[in-house]
């Protein structure tokens, strides 16, 4: 069951890391069209500002789950690491169990934020909802969510990244 399981966050996080990527080359390539069409074409593109943050929420969400996953965030573990074995097992435990709280508040406010703002649209953006726009927050906590889960129950997934701080499951 643990392999299945494992396998499936795998392919969970290769499409966060697809997600991502493509959200971070969109804005590489919008960012660009904008300067040109204001400073060579001198008519100013109203939409590639709006594009871009939408961009950026979906790279921000799926990006964040996809580093979390591999530990490749950004973690201050000085006092961490001169602890005992069984304590940083106990630390690790409650640093997953606050991204738990996390995960579940941004599904659930997130969730929230989507229905009140489904009926409005982006002026930019006629034809798009606000509540779309804001899907990456529920979807992002719930595979974060799936994340921790991975964590607690069958550890990190092994990775030659040459992570210094691999924190053992909680068995």
Sequence with gaps: MSVLYRKAMDALYLACAIIAGTSLVLISAVIPWAVYTRYVLNRAASWPEPMAVLLTIVLTFF??????????????????????????????????????????????????????????????????????????????????LLFVIEHVTIGRPVHTSGDAHQPAAFD
């Design 63 to 144: 990006g964040a789950a996809a580093c979390y996953r591999l530990g490749s965030h950004m973690n201050v573990t000085l006092l961490v690491d001169k602890l005992p074995a069984s304590w940083r097992r106990v630390s690790d435990l409650i640093v997953e169990l606050l991204m738990a709280a996390m995960a579940l508040f941004m599904l659930v406010k997130g969730i929230g934020l989507v229905e009140a703002t489904w009926s409005n649209s982006i002026a930019d953006f006629p034809f798009l909802s606000v509540g779309v726009t804001y899907l990456p927050i529920p979807i992002g906590g719930l595979i974060l």
